[in-house]
Nanobody, 114 residues
Framework: QVQLVESGGGLVQPGGSLRLSCAASGSIFSAMGWYRQAPGKQRDLVATITSGGSTNYADFVKDRFTISRDNAQNTVYLQMNSLKPEDTAVYYC??????????WGQGTQVTVSS
């Protein structure tokens, strides 16, 4: 059974930092990534990383967020710096297996507010 377990969300002031983690189990994954969904809005891609380490970022997080991956631990991270109120959302971990299945975590809330 595949499981994606996110952690690291919380409340942070504007300009602050958070690090999200997503521990995956039950399969080996090709691409992994993070999406986010603010209230009343669609779920948007934030960043992705392949098993080889190639990354892709949404324009709104470039130069502020960094995605990384520990293949041995089957874990993907999202380092978020210079956070803005508009980064407030539920952040979801996403993983693609080599069998072309797509999996989602339960989501972790990130709130940026003073």
């Amino acid at each position: 059974q595949v499981q994606l377990v996110e952690s690291g969300g919380g409340l942070v002031q504007p300009g602050g930092s958070l690090r999200l983690s997503c521990a995956a189990s039950g399969s080996i994954f090709s691409a992994m990534g993070w999406y986010r969904q603010a209230p009343g809005k669609q779920r948007d891609l934030v960043a992705t990383i392949t098993s080889g380490g190639s990354t892709n970022y949404a324009d709104f997080v470039k130069d502020r967020f960094t995605i990384s991956r520990d293949n041995a631990q089957n874990t993907v991270y999202l380092q978020m710096n210079s956070l803005k109120p508009e980064d407030t959302a539920v952040y979801y971990c996403n993983a693609h297996s080599f069998m072309k299945m797509i999996y989602w975590g339960q989501g972790t809330q990130v709130t940026v507010s003073s």
